[in-house]
Protein backbone atom coordinates (compact mmCIF):
# COMPACT_ATOMS: atom_id res chain seq x y z
CA UNK A 1 0.00 0.00 0.00
CA UNK A 2 1.37 3.41 -0.53
CA UNK A 3 0.19 5.71 1.15
CA UNK A 4 -1.98 8.72 0.52
CA UNK A 5 -1.15 10.93 3.43
CA UNK A 6 0.88 10.49 6.72
CA UNK A 7 0.32 12.10 9.61
CA UNK A 8 2.74 11.95 12.08
CA UNK A 9 2.43 12.46 16.24
CA UNK A 10 5.09 12.87 18.97
CA UNK A 11 4.80 12.44 22.82
CA UNK A 12 7.42 13.77 25.46
CA UNK A 13 7.35 12.95 28.88
CA UNK A 14 5.68 9.93 30.64
CA UNK A 15 3.48 9.05 28.04
CA UNK A 16 -0.39 8.39 29.16
CA UNK A 17 0.68 9.60 32.51
CA UNK A 18 1.67 13.30 32.40
CA UNK A 19 3.05 13.31 29.15
CA UNK A 20 2.45 16.14 26.19
CA UNK A 21 1.96 15.59 22.42
CA UNK A 22 1.46 16.92 19.53
CA UNK A 23 1.01 16.64 15.61
CA UNK A 24 3.98 17.77 13.47
CA UNK A 25 1.57 20.59 12.20
CA UNK A 26 0.95 21.58 15.55
CA UNK A 27 -2.96 21.88 14.98
CA UNK A 28 -3.33 19.34 18.14
CA UNK A 29 -2.02 19.34 21.77
CA UNK A 30 -2.88 17.18 24.04
CA UNK A 31 -1.89 16.57 27.36
CA UNK A 32 -2.15 13.13 29.27
CA UNK A 33 -3.51 12.11 32.83
CA UNK A 34 -3.68 8.18 33.71
CA UNK A 35 -7.32 7.01 34.21
CA UNK A 36 -8.30 6.25 37.67
CA UNK A 37 -9.34 2.87 35.79
CA UNK A 38 -6.03 2.04 35.12
CA UNK A 39 -4.17 2.82 38.21
CA UNK A 40 -3.89 6.43 37.61
CA UNK A 41 -4.63 9.64 40.02
CA UNK A 42 -6.92 10.74 36.63
CA UNK A 43 -6.55 14.49 35.93
CA UNK A 44 -7.39 17.00 33.31
CA UNK A 45 -5.79 15.38 30.36
CA UNK A 46 -6.81 13.25 27.81
CA UNK A 47 -5.73 9.90 27.31
CA UNK A 48 -4.97 7.24 24.18
CA UNK A 49 -7.95 5.47 24.29
CA UNK A 50 -9.99 8.69 24.40
CA UNK A 51 -8.23 9.91 20.75
CA UNK A 52 -8.79 6.46 18.85
CA UNK A 53 -12.44 6.48 19.76
CA UNK A 54 -12.19 10.42 18.34
CA UNK A 55 -10.36 9.34 15.44
CA UNK A 56 -12.43 6.39 15.06
CA UNK A 57 -15.44 8.01 15.06
CA UNK A 58 -14.55 10.67 12.41
CA UNK A 59 -13.33 8.09 10.43
CA UNK A 60 -16.43 6.36 10.45
CA UNK A 61 -18.79 8.80 9.87
CA UNK A 62 -17.04 9.56 6.67
CA UNK A 63 -17.16 6.23 5.44
CA UNK A 64 -20.83 6.35 5.90
CA UNK A 65 -21.10 9.80 4.01
CA UNK A 66 -18.65 7.34 1.35
CA UNK A 67 -20.77 4.84 0.89
CA UNK A 68 -24.16 6.45 0.99
CA UNK A 69 -22.50 8.76 -1.78
CA UNK A 70 -22.01 5.27 -3.67
CA UNK A 71 -25.49 4.43 -3.40
CA UNK A 72 -26.78 7.84 -4.27
CA UNK A 73 -27.53 9.01 -0.81
CA UNK A 74 -27.44 12.11 1.28
CA UNK A 75 -27.35 11.12 4.72
CA UNK A 76 -28.81 14.27 7.32
CA UNK A 77 -26.57 14.59 10.48
CA UNK A 78 -25.38 11.44 11.09
CA UNK A 79 -23.95 10.78 14.48
CA UNK A 80 -21.47 8.15 15.50
CA UNK A 81 -20.00 7.11 18.86
CA UNK A 82 -17.30 5.10 19.25
CA UNK A 83 -15.81 3.35 22.38
CA UNK A 84 -12.60 2.12 23.07
CA UNK A 85 -12.27 -0.55 25.94
CA UNK A 86 -8.94 -1.30 26.69
CA UNK A 87 -7.44 -4.56 28.81
CA UNK A 88 -5.24 -7.51 29.15
CA UNK A 89 -5.14 -9.89 26.38
CA UNK A 90 -4.36 -13.47 27.52
CA UNK A 91 -1.03 -13.58 26.05
CA UNK A 92 -0.30 -10.34 29.03
CA UNK A 93 -0.36 -7.93 26.68
CA UNK A 94 -2.71 -5.23 26.54
CA UNK A 95 -5.93 -5.12 23.69
CA UNK A 96 -8.82 -2.89 22.26
CA UNK A 97 -12.42 -3.98 22.19
CA UNK A 98 -14.29 -1.52 20.56
CA UNK A 99 -17.84 -0.96 19.85
CA UNK A 100 -19.42 1.55 17.04
CA UNK A 101 -22.63 2.99 17.36
CA UNK A 102 -24.07 4.43 14.27
CA UNK A 103 -27.40 7.01 14.12
CA UNK A 104 -28.83 7.76 10.54
CA UNK A 105 -31.73 10.01 10.71
CA UNK A 106 -34.05 9.77 8.04
CA UNK A 107 -32.99 6.45 6.96
CA UNK A 108 -35.08 3.24 7.56
CA UNK A 109 -33.51 0.52 9.55
CA UNK A 110 -32.76 -2.04 7.19
CA UNK A 111 -30.98 0.57 4.76
CA UNK A 112 -28.83 2.12 7.88
CA UNK A 113 -27.67 -1.55 9.28
CA UNK A 114 -26.82 -2.11 5.34
CA UNK A 115 -24.75 1.04 4.93
CA UNK A 116 -23.42 0.36 8.66
CA UNK A 117 -22.07 -2.63 7.69
CA UNK A 118 -20.69 -1.51 4.14
CA UNK A 119 -19.05 1.55 6.10
CA UNK A 120 -17.28 -0.79 8.36
CA UNK A 121 -15.48 -2.75 5.40
CA UNK A 122 -14.05 0.28 4.12
CA UNK A 123 -13.70 1.96 7.05
CA UNK A 124 -9.63 2.11 7.43
CA UNK A 125 -9.69 1.71 11.17
CA UNK A 126 -11.84 -0.75 11.11
CA UNK A 127 -9.79 -2.81 8.88
CA UNK A 128 -6.74 -1.90 10.92
CA UNK A 129 -8.12 -3.47 14.26
CA UNK A 130 -9.89 -5.91 12.41
CA UNK A 131 -7.40 -7.28 9.98
CA UNK A 132 -3.96 -6.02 11.67
CA UNK A 133 -2.41 -3.15 10.15
CA UNK A 134 1.67 -3.65 9.34
CA UNK A 135 3.21 -1.45 12.30
CA UNK A 136 7.00 -1.50 13.19
CA UNK A 137 8.89 -0.11 15.74
CA UNK A 138 12.34 0.90 16.09
CA UNK A 139 15.07 3.45 17.74
CA UNK A 140 15.09 6.38 15.90
CA UNK A 141 18.52 6.98 14.02
Do not use: W
Not at 21 to 48: H, I, V, W, Y
Not at 109 to 120: C, G, Q, S, T, W
Request: hydrophobic share 35%; aromatic share 8%; net charge negative.
Amino acid sequence: MTPLYTAEATVTGSGRAGGRGQTSDGRLKAEFSMPRELGGPGGEGTNPEQLVSLGYAACFESALHFVAGKHGRKLDNPSVTVRTGIGRGEGGGFQFVFDIEAELPGVDRADAEALVAEAHAVCPYSNAFRDGAPASARLKD
